[in-house]
Structures are given as C-alpha cells and as structure tokens.
T-cell receptor
Framework: DTGVSQNPRHKITKRGQNVTFRCDPISEHNRLYWYRQTLGQGPEFLTY????????KSRLLSDRFSAERPKGSFSTLEIQRTEQGDSAMYLC?????????????????FGPGTRLTVT | QQQVKQSPQSLIVQKGGISIINCAYE??????FPWYQQFPGKGPALLIAIRPDVSEKKEGRFTISFNKSAKQFSLHIMDSQPGDSATYFCAASKGIQGAQKLVFGQGTRLTINP
C-alpha cells in the first residue's frame, strides 16, 4: 500500500508532556498538509509544506506547535506542553502540486490520523 | 465564520434509496469542491470532486450537483447500501496556484438501514 501513513495511530499523554507525530506522504507527492479534527467536526487546516518549505500556518497553530519536513519527504508535528484542549485527531494529507492528475494539484489524500488524548 | 455549511447533520435512508447531502459556501473565490467519506477511526477518503465549470459530475453511484449562482453543491448517493453508512464531509478550496487548503463542512452522519 503506497498511501499516506501516520504514526503512532494513538497517543495518550499527560498534560504538560511533549508529543511528536510522524507523517509519511505518498512518495511522489510534493505537498504535505496537517489538519486537526475534533469529535463531531470536520478537519481544520493547520499548516502545509511544499517540498521542505513550510508555506502557511493557521492561527490555530499556537507557539507550542511546530512542524518540520526536513528533506521534503516525511513530516513531524510536535506539540510542547500539551493541554487537554489539544486532544483531537491529527490528520496528514498529501498532494502532487503541478503533476499529472485530471484535476491537477487539487486532490488531497489523507492518512489514517493520530488520535491524541491528553489526560 | 463558517465558510462551508453542511446539512443535514444526520440522515437515515433505506437500502436502495437515494441519499442527498447539501452544502453551501460563502467565498466566491472557492473553485474546487471535493466530498470525503470517513469511517470511525479512519482518515477521510476522497470520493468525488468538482470544479465550477461543470454543473454535474457522476462517478458510479455518486453524483455531485453544483449550482454556482446559488453557491450550493450537493452529493447524491444512488441505490444506497449499508456499506455507505459513514460520515460525509463536503469541502472547498480556492486558487489553483495557492495553498489549496481545504475548508470542511461539519459533516453528515449517514445511516443506511438494511
């Protein structure tokens, strides 16, 4: 399976701890997005990368959040000093900007997500 | 400000019936409208998408109808099956040269009764 993968799938942490999630996009995709989804809601955009460059960050991404994509392949999302309000599903998606599909760069494919519970 | 409004929140349809989910958007700069299907504990899966240069797109049992003047679009699932029971999200993004960050509706929980 060459889809988007995310690890870990579940993370339980205590308030105040740091956590890091990893996303491996579809191999030829140059864009990578992070979204957050809380229970009963649609996903909300957090940030995105084109290759290794982080091009936009949402206001939802407080100073405690940092994302990297060091070699333009996998990405990590770190949350420092976690709070109970950070409990959510963190979703990663990838797309192929400027490359071949009928809809061009627009199709985003999501991974299975990492469910974070902060106790 | 909710840029994409989705209705209904939940929907129950008999097997073989037609499921219809509606979305309305505010930002006229949106130019890409996908629908995603999500099962519990899974990530959203892209079902079908449309751009505003067409009014309808069909893929198998799934059809998107798009009304640019009303700023509305809808998903029709024909011959609905129990396996279609899931949460459906509409979304929108703008600017083929831009970020294409998706703005999602709040979701519709669809239940197909056998």
């Amino acid at each position: 399976d060459t889809g988007v993968s995310q690890n870990p799938r579940h993370k339980i942490t205590k308030r105040g701890q740091n956590v890091t999630f990893r996303c491996d996009p579809i191999s030829e995709h140059n864009r990578l997005y992070w979204y957050r989804q809380t229970l009963g809601q649609g996903p909300e955009f957090l940030t995105y990368f084109q290759n290794e460059a982080q091009l936009e960050k949402s206001r939802l991404l407080s100073d405690r959040f940092s994302a990297e994509r060091p070699k333009g392949s996998f990405s990590t999302l770190e949350i420092q000093r976690t709070e109970q309000g950070d409990s959510a599903m963190y979703l990663c998606a990838s797309s192929s900007y400027g490359q071949g599909t009928k809809l061009g760069p627009l199709e985003q494919y999501f991974g299975p997500g990492t469910r974070l519970t902060v106790t | 400000q909710q840029q994409v409004k989705q209705s209904p929140q939940s929907l129950i349809v008999q097997k073989g019936g037609i499921s219809i989910i509606n979305c309305a958007y505010e930002n006229t700069a949106f130019d890409y409208f996908p629908w995603y299907q999500q099962f519990p504990g899974k990530g959203p899966a892209l079902l079908i998408a449309i751009r505003p240069d067409v009014s309808e797109k069909k893929e198998g049992r799934f059809t998107i109808s798009f009304n640019k003047s009303a700023k509305q679009f809808s998903l029709h699932i024909m011959d609905s099956q129990p396996g279609d029971s899931a949460t459906y999200f509409c979304a929108a993004s703008k600017g083929i040269q831009g970020a294409q960050k998706l703005v999602f509706g709040q979701g519709t929980r669809l239940t197909i009764n056998p």
